[in-house]
């Protein structure tokens, strides 16, 4: 007992390596992000304080407002096509049906998923090209896709869910192995069919799968950056202003030295991520608790 | 014993290893390391730097020199720069940025003056590479690469045609030759914008600066709406859009590199950086491609001035980088010689008369009984050459402008209000970027 009294420290020596860089690398950035972004600060020299104008400056810029509910759109549109079908397939794969032959297409689909986003990216761009592009060439036609404001969004948003299938076939795959295959077997002693085990066994035993899902695609869509800047990009590395989401926004101010105007971006970014996954977090509890 | 003789063996061992490390320590010291910081390649700042280091031994012995590559773009560069300069630990010696960020790390008192640098070969600098190396009065910087603007064209589908580019007084000229050629070739066009998102970037900028046009007053406030070069910059661009003479695909867009490659692009208002590209996109029309100015009505002004190189205040060795950058640009033998390395376009007459008699460029052809260096060598003294009056906030200014110039051709907003909108959010966005 003595013992442990004389070495109550040895615990936190443990912890410390942990405690130590989590505050110097995640706590001292964040209080000085979150302090920056009342400030006009260029990365060096003095730190002029405005209080909220850069806030108020945000929030009355029309490009801000274009730019989140592109960002919805990314999130929105593509998490519903993208679950149905990394679904169908992790369904598929998980069924005896495929035999072996699950074992190559795994990979292959997960493939995507481990390219790098830039030069899937820079492959899209050739697909969709205007002038000599793959679609355009197959259908005759000279579409703009990368570059109008109706075509721009959903080619990113097309890029982001061929990259995102594989992502959600991977979750889902291990949620449905996490279902007790006696389950299934007592459903068809009683006389289920495929459709309805999947319908009342799979479907409600994934919820928490689903809901896992969906919040990592609000925060993983809410921060898109790669896919419109390489896509969509000009000269300056920016994204266009038809195809760009928040997070492009925020790269566009730090780029040009706007350090404090980035630093707001970047907070409002982060309270929309709260909000949305708690708001889903919140909304799917209600329902399971009803 | 085996005991001593292990005690002795590790008692060598410890010494040479001392005696190495001295050495190399030593060794180190004699030279003084210099760093040179450039965005993307690095290959071609080794060559001039073996070019420097081979023609004068003196400097050899006495420097050592590293080139890092800051990052893909300007950008990045300048985001280092900007990063050292909050931490006070030294990125380099010696910095490549683009001639947009002068203003920023000048007025913030982070570059030296390089009076002595330049100073004794002043008079025989070209007329762009004092402008370039200029700001508020003061030399602050070495010139890199001039960005004039030049008109690129397919020599052989002009003369054919029988169009001559060179004597295009006015848009309308450039225009009327675009409908003579395709009566030929419906399916060339001699100048490319896209329908989408209309002029965005330095394609903006260049005409910008057409006419004289100014984003600020004097004070800082942003006047968009109401400088009359802004208003004719917008004005002729659209022009252009309209008339139906542009291939509809952005510089550097997979669109744009098949119009080259495939011949339907055969012209192009651009600055001379484009001959590095044209022969990379249009490999098998070697000899086709030629340059001129600018119609008389738009040929005003540069495509945003230039590279340049700057010793920032935080470098260790400024003497060294002094000496190193005298000889890299300020010096008529090495110009020479880095031309014939590195197709280094030299910045001193002294040093373009000896070439330009000899010279001729694998890809391009001149015209008019000009060699192609001859042509982009007379940009540099014509008289036409300046730069747009960059803000310290010029990336933020672009990617604003470049919104609503995408609005404004797209048909969105009547220039009006785009303009009356554009220079309200950039008030509203950056405020005065001078403070």
Redesign the interface.
């Known amino acids: 007992m003595r013992l442990y009294k004389r070495q109550w420290y040895i615990p936190y020596l443990f912890i410390a390596p942990f405690v130590l860089s989590f505050l110097i690398f995640f706590v001292v950035p964040t209080v000085y992000s979150f302090a920056l972004s009342f400030a006009?600060y260029?990365?060096?020299?003095v730190v002029?304080w405005i209080g909220t104008k850069n806030y108020y400056?945000i929030l009355?810029?029309?490009?801000f407002w274009d730019a989140l509910g592109r960002t919805m759109f990314y999130w929105i549109a593509k998490f519903i096509p993208v679950t149905v079908i990394s679904f169908m397939i992790a369904v598929c794969l998980k069924s005896s049906l495929l035999g072996r032959i699950s074992k190559v297409y795994k990979p292959i689909l997960f493939m995507p998923q481990v390219c790098a986003v830039t030069a899937s990216a820079l492959i899209f761009?050739?697909i969709f090209?205007?002038?000599?592009?793959v679609i355009n060439s197959l259908t005759g036609t000279?579409f703009?896709w990368?570059?109008?404001?109706t075509w721009s969004k959903w080619v990113v948003l097309l890029m982001m869910g061929w990259r995102g299938v594989g992502w959600f076939m991977v979750v889902y795959l291990s949620g449905l192995t996490s279902i007790n295959p006696e389950i299934y077997e007592a459903a068809r002693i009683d006389g289920a069919n495929a459709a309805q085990s999947l319908f009342h066994i799979t479907v409600p035993l994934m919820k928490q799968t689903f809901l896992f899902a969906f919040i990592m695609d609000a925060i993983s869509s809410l921060r898109m950056y790669t896919e419109a800047a390489v896509l969509t990009g000009?000269?300056?590395?920016?994204a266009?202003?038809?195809a760009e989401g928040l997070l492009n926004l925020l790269m566009?101010?730090?780029?040009?030295?706007?350090f404090g105007?980035a630093c707001a971006y970047g907070w409002i970014i982060f309270v929309i991520v709260c909000v949305v996954s708690m708001a889903i977090f919140v909304s799917m509890k209600e329902k399971e608790d009803a | 014993m085996k005991m001593r003789s292990l005690q002795k063996i590790l008692a060598i061992l410890a010494v040479l290893t001392l005696t190495i490390g001295m050495v190399g320590v030593a060794s180190a010291e004699d030279k003084v390391p210099l760093k040179i910081m450039v965005w993307g390649q690095t290959a071609t700042m080794e060559n001039g730097v073996k070019t420097i280091l081979e023609n004068n031994p003196d400097l050899a012995a006495k420097i050592e020199v590293e080139v890092v590559a800051g990052g893909q773009g300007d950008p990045e560069v300048a985001e280092k720069y900007r990063l050292a300069l909050a931490s006070g630990v030294p990125c380099a010696d010696i910095i490549q940025l683009n001639y947009t960020q002068l203003s920023e790390f000048a007025m913030a008192d982070a570059v030296l003056e390089l009076d002595d640098v330049l100073g004794n070969v002043w008079d025989d600098m070209v007329d762009a590479a004092k402008v370039l190396c200029t700001f508020d009065g003061k030399i602050m910087a070495v010139p890199g690469a001039i960005n004039t603007k030049l008109y690129y064209y397919r020599a052989d589908i002009f003369d054919e045609c029988g169009v001559d580019p060179t004597t295009w007084e006015t848009v309308d000229d450039m225009i009327a030759a675009s409908q003579k050629i395709q009566e030929k070739y419906p399916n060339c066009y001699i100048y490319n914008m896209s329908k989408a998102s209309g002029a965005q970037d330095y394609g903006l900028y260049m005409l910008f600066m057409s006419f004289n046009a100014r984003f600020t007053d004097d004070e800082g406030n942003y006047v968009l709406d109401s400088d009359p070069g802004v208003r004719k910059a917008f004005e002729t661009l659209k022009k252009f859009y309209d008339s139906g003479i542009c291939y509809d695909a952005t510089d550097f867009s997979s669109g744009w590199e098949y119009g080259l490659a495939h011949g339907e692009l055969i012209g192009q208002l651009t600055s001379n950086w484009f001959r590095y590209f044209v022969g990379v996109y249009a490999p098998d029309d070697s000899g086709k491609w030629t340059a001129c100015e600018w119609p008389t009505e738009i040929k005003q002004g540069s495509e945003a001035g230039g590279s340049i190189y700057v010793i920032p205040t935080f470098s260790e060795h400024p003497e060294e980088a002094k000496e190193f950058l005298r000889l890299f640009r300020g010096d008529s033998k090495m110009a020479e010689e880095q031309f014939w390395s590195n197709n280094a376009v030299p910045t001193l007459k002294s040093a373009f008369d000896k070439i330009t008699e000899r010279a001729e460029h694998s890809y391009l052809i001149g015209n008019h009984d000009k060699s192609y260096w001859q042509i982009e060598y007379d940009c540099f003294n014509n008289g036409y050459y300046s730069i747009f009056p960059y803000t310290p906030k010029a990336a933020a200014e672009m990617s604003i402008v470049n919104s609503y110039s995408t609005k404004f051709f797209s048909g969105e907003k009547d220039l009006d209000t785009m303009l009356s909108e554009l220079n309200m959010d950039l008030t509203m966005q950056i405020g005065n970027p001078f403070e």
């Open positions: 006009k260029p990365g060096y020299g002029k400056n009355h810029y029309s490009r761009g050739l090209a205007n002038q000599g592009g000279t703009a990368t570059e109008s404001a000009n000269a300056g590395g920016n266009s202003a038809v566009t101010n730090l780029n040009s030295g706007n105007m």
